[in-house]
């Protein structure tokens, strides 16, 4: 895709500013200056989950809460077209998906999918390129890993000011399976993870988890790369 490649070209050649803390004129690898490179490094994985939690979520493993470095690396790479940083956050959510799942095994790795709207606005499929770089770094450390698309997203009102109930019947209704012979079995032994960027509520989780269950592909555990915090009033 020229667009992605030109982003991708861009971000490792011209003189941007460093994704996680905006520094200006420091060295950078795939947009990140080595400081904030050893902040995202000193992460591990940890269980998470909202409160409440919807009742279909799976258990979730998350590299760090949303904020500081993490936060705006995430945001650089998602809202303002810095697709160079797929290749490292796609090997960092590859160590959440090796924390939860334990063991070296089969794995199915299902992305949570993008409606077209918001793959446009993103120049591309976000999660699907994280999910392909994550799929590689485990391969080469000697993970059986497919990644595969098995659900679609619909047309869906943005959530924003909506409370957990609202959420989670917006994203309650905004998934369905696709033909599934194209997206193929799970391997024997195997676990399905479902991928995503941030946990908030767990409702979008929690949707594509139902979907893939009713398909016979309950997932065993969801990996993101950031969980947000629940604020507390007063």
């Known amino acids: 895709m020229p667009g992605s490649l030109w982003a991708d070209l861009a971000d490792l050649v011209l003189p941007v500013e460093c994704a996680g803390c905006r520094a200006r004129r420091v060295p950078l690898r795939h947009g990140v200056c080595a400081d904030c490179v050893a902040t995202l490094g000193a992460l591990r994985p940890v269980p998470v989950r909202p409160d409440p939690a919807p009742a279909a979520l799976p258990p979730c493993v998350a590299l760090g809460a949303y904020d500081g470095v993490l936060r705006e690396v995430l945001l650089a790479y998602k809202e303002r077209g810095r697709h160079g940083l797929a290749r490292p956050l796609g090997g960092l959510l590859a ?43 485990l391969r080469a450390a000697g993970w059986p890993v497919r990644v595969r698309r098995p659900v679609r997203a619909l047309p869906r009102p943005d ?76």
């Open 95 to 137: 160590e959440v998906v090796a924390a939860a799942v334990g063991e070296v095994r089969p794995v199915l790795l299902v992305p949570v999918p993008d409606t077209a709207e918001a793959a446009r606005a993103r120049y591309g499929d976000h999660l699907g390129r994280l999910a392909r770089h994550a799929a590689a770094r």
């Open 159 to 234: 959530s924003v000011g909506l409370d957990s109930a609202g959420r989670a019947a917006a994203a309650a209704a905004a998934f369905r399976l696709r033909a599934w012979p194209s997206a193929g079995p799970v391997d024997p032994g195997g676990t399905v993870v479902v991928l995503d960027d941030i946990l908030t509520t767990g409702a979008t989780l929690a949707a594509v988890g139902s979907v893939l269950g009713a398909a016979g592909l309950s997932p065993t555990v969801a990996a993101v790369l950031a969980a947000t915090r629940k604020r507390r009033s007063g």
